[in-house]
C-alpha cells in the first residue's frame, strides 16, 4: 500500500502540471481542446496508476515467495502488453530457478542426513553454548538416548563429559570412560570446527574404541592358533605315524615278550597322547574356523521352543520368559542356538553344593538402546572380579577341566552377527549373561 501512495503522488504531481497547461488552454478559449485533453488526462493518469500497482504487486508477491519458499506462486505470462509479458517471464524463470535450488538443496539435505545415519561413529553438531544443532542415529545409540538437546543432558554419563565436548580442539582427539546400563564404554572423541550462517559449530565424532579393541583382539588371537595349531599338528602328525609303523614292524619282526610289551606300552602311550594333543589342538582350531553365518528370520518364540526341548530334565531348574514373541531376529539359527547351550550349561556347571540351582532365560525387546536382549541368570558361585575381564578371552578357564573357547566362541559368534555379549557377577550370588541382537523386526 505503501507504494501504491508514492506512486499516486508521482502521478498527481504530472496531473497538476498537465492541469496548468489545460487552465492556460481553457482561458483563451480553446475550450475543447482543454476539455478534451483533461479527459485523456484522466484517463492516461488512471491506465498508468492500474499498471503500475499491478506490476508493484506482482513483483511483491515474487519477492515474498522467494523469502518464505512459497514457489507455488506462478506469474501470470499471458499480458496484452509486450514489457508486462517479458517482466512475467523473467520473474516466472527466477522463481523456477529457486524453486530448482531449493529441491536441490531438500534433496542433498535429505542424502547426507541419510548418509550420516547409517554411519557407526556417532556424530553431532553443537554450538558454542552446547546445544546441540544435530546428531545422527548412532549417537543416541551409543550414548543411550532418545534424544540430545544439550550437552549438559550427558552429564549422567560422566560429570566432565559436557566440559569436554565446549573445550574440545578442532583436530584433538580425548578418550573418556562413560558409564551406561550395560557398563563402562570407553569413547574416543574428535572435533572438528567450521562455521554456518556466521554461527561458529562444533562437529564431533563419537567412537566406541572398546569394541574396535575387542575385535582387533580376537584377529590376534585367531592368528596365534592358527600359527601354533599349524606347527603342532605338523610335529604331532608323524609321531603318531611312526608309533603305529614301529608297533607293526616289532609284531612282524618279533621279539621277546618282555621287550615288546615294554616297546608296545610305551607307543600306545606316545600314540594316545599324541591323539590326545591331536584332538586338543583340533578344538582350539574351531576358535578360527567359524562359518559366516547365514542370516535367516527367525523368531523369538521359535528359538526359545527348541531351546526348551533340548533341556526336557531340567524344567525345575530351567525357567524361559519371553515379551514379544514374535519379533523376527536374522541370525544363524544353528550358531545362536549354540551360543544359548552354551551358556545354560555354564550356568548348570555353577551351581553350589548344597543350594538348589534355578538358572532364567528371558527375552525382552528394547526401546533404548533399541535392540533385542536375551539373558541367562543364574544363582550359582559366580565370577570372582579379577577374572569378570578375561572371560572371553580364549584359553582362559575357571574350570578344572574346562578348555577355555566355549566363551570365547560365543563372543565371536555374537560379533558376527553385528550383535554383543556381557557378563555381570556377583561372587556367591550368582552370574547374568546378556546378549543384544540390533538386527530385528517388531
Known amino acids: 500500500m505503501k507504494r501504491g501512495f508514492g506512486i499516486l503522488f508521482a502521478v498527481c504531481i504530472a496531473f497538476s502540471m498537465l492541469t496548468v497547461v489545460e487552465w492556460w488552454l481553457y482561458n483563451h478559449e480553446f475550450y475543447f481542446t482543454a476539455i478534451s485533453g483533461i479527459l485523456l488526462q484522466l484517463l492516461l493518469v488512471w491506465y498508468l496508476y492500474r499498471r503500475e500497482i499491478i506490476l508493484a504487486n506482482r513483483m511483491e508477491r515474487m519477492i515474498d515467495a522467494i523469502r518464505y519458499s512459497d514457489f507455488t506462486y506462478k506469474p501470470v505470462l499471458k499480458s496484452s502488453g509486450e514489457v508486462i509479458f517479458n517482466l512475467n517471464r523473467q520473474m516466472d524463470n527466477a522463481l523456477t530457478y529457486f ?20 554411519v557407526d561413529a556417532g556424530i553431532l553438531v553443537i554450538d558454542k553454548q552446547g546445544v546441540v544443532q544435530w546428531s545422527n542415529e548412532a549417537v543416541l545409540r551409543l550414548l543411550s538416548k532418545k534424544r540430545l538437546e544439550h550437552v549438559d543432558d550427558l552429564h549422567s554419563l560422566h560429570p566432565n563429559f559436557p566440559n569436554l565436548l565446549l573445550s574440545l580442539r578442532p583436530g584433538k582427539t580425548e578418550v573418556i570412560l ?12 574428535t572435533g572438528s570446527s567450521f562455521v554456518s550462517q556466521d554461527n561458529e559449530l562444533m562437529l564431533i565424532s563419537l567412537k ?4 574396535v579393541l575387542e575385535e582387533n583382539e580376537i584377529e590376534a588371537w585367531q592368528k596365534l592358533i592358527r ?33 615288546y610289551e615294554m616297546m608296545l606300552q ?6 594316545r597322547r599324541s591323539k590326545g594333543l591331536l584332538g586338543f589342538v583340533e578344538n582350539y582350531r574351531k576358535l578360527t574356523k567359524i562359518p559366516v553365518p547365514k542370516l535367516e528370520p527367525l ?30 531376529l536374522f541370525v544363524d539359527r544353528s550358531q545362536i542356538e549354540q551360543v544359548l547351550i552354551n551358556l545354560i550349561k555354564n550356568a548348570q556347571e555353577a551351581g553350589v553344593e548344597g543350594q538348589q540351582l534355578r538358572i532364567h532365560v528371558e527375552g525382552t525387546l528394547l526401546t533404548l538402546p533399541h535392540c533385542y536382549q536375551i539373558t541367562v541368570s543364574d544363582n550359582g558361585r559366580g565370577i570372582v572380579p579379577e577374572a569378570i575381564d578375561k572371560v572371553f578371552i580364549p584359553f582362559f578357564t575357571t574350570k578344572t577341566n574346562g578348555s577355555g573357547i566355549g566363551l570365547s566362541l560365543c563372543k565371536q559368534i555374537m560379533s558376527l552377527h553385528g550383535g ?7 561372587p556367591g550370588k550368582g552370574s547374568v549373561f546378556t546378549l543384544r541382537f540390533y538386527n530385528f523386526n517388531v
Open 99 to 118: 524453486r530448482q535450488r531449493q529441491f536441490e538443496g531438500e534433496a542433498r539435505q535429505q542424502y547426507y542426513d541419510s548418509l550420516l545415519s547409517t
Open 299 to 328: 523368531f523369538a518364540e521359535s528359538l526359545f521352543s527348541d531351546i526348551r526341548s533340548l533341556f526336557p530334565d531340567d524344567t525345575a531348574s530351567l525357567s524361559f520368559v519371553l515379551s514379544n514373541p514374535r519379533t523376527e
Open 178 to 189: 562413560i558409564d551406561q546400563p550395560e557398563g563402562s564404554c570407553e569413547l574416543a572423541v
Open 420 to 426: 554383543t555379549i556381557s557378563v555381570t557377577s556377583s
Open 208 to 211: 566406541n574404541i572398546h569394541s
Open 266 to 271: 610305551s607307543m600306545q602311550v606316545i600314540h
Open 227 to 259: 600359527i601354533l595349531t599349524h606347527e603342532i599338528m605338523n610335529s604331532i602328525a608323524p609321531i603318531i605315524s611312526l608309533s603305529e609303523t614301529v608297533t607293526e614292524r616289532a609284531e612282524s619282526n618279533g621279539m621277546n615278550k618282555k621287550d
